[in-house]
């Protein structure tokens, strides 16, 4: 599982893709109890916030969601991630 993590910090998209070809559960689980269609909201994740959505996905299979204190870490280091503060996000490019 910390390999898929670790992956998946490198290429979300796809192991996120991965995860849902080969595991749809882990993937349309942790969103079965929303008001919108199921598959909706994992796609929207894939295209706008991928490591945000594949780290719910991980807090929710592997921390008993949002309601653990490493679930929530979780879940804000991939929206961290998503929105450039770590990483080689757009402060990189403001710098040179």
Sequence with gaps: MCLIAFLGLLAPRVILLLCWLFNSAFV???FAGFGVPNPLIPLLGLVLLPTTTLGYCWAVAGFGGLSSFSGVLVVA???AID???????RGAARRS
Aim: proline share 8%.
């Design 28 to 30: 349309l689980a942790p």
């Design 77 to 79: 280091v991939g929206l």
């Design 83 to 89: 929105l450039g503060l770590i990483g080689n996000g």
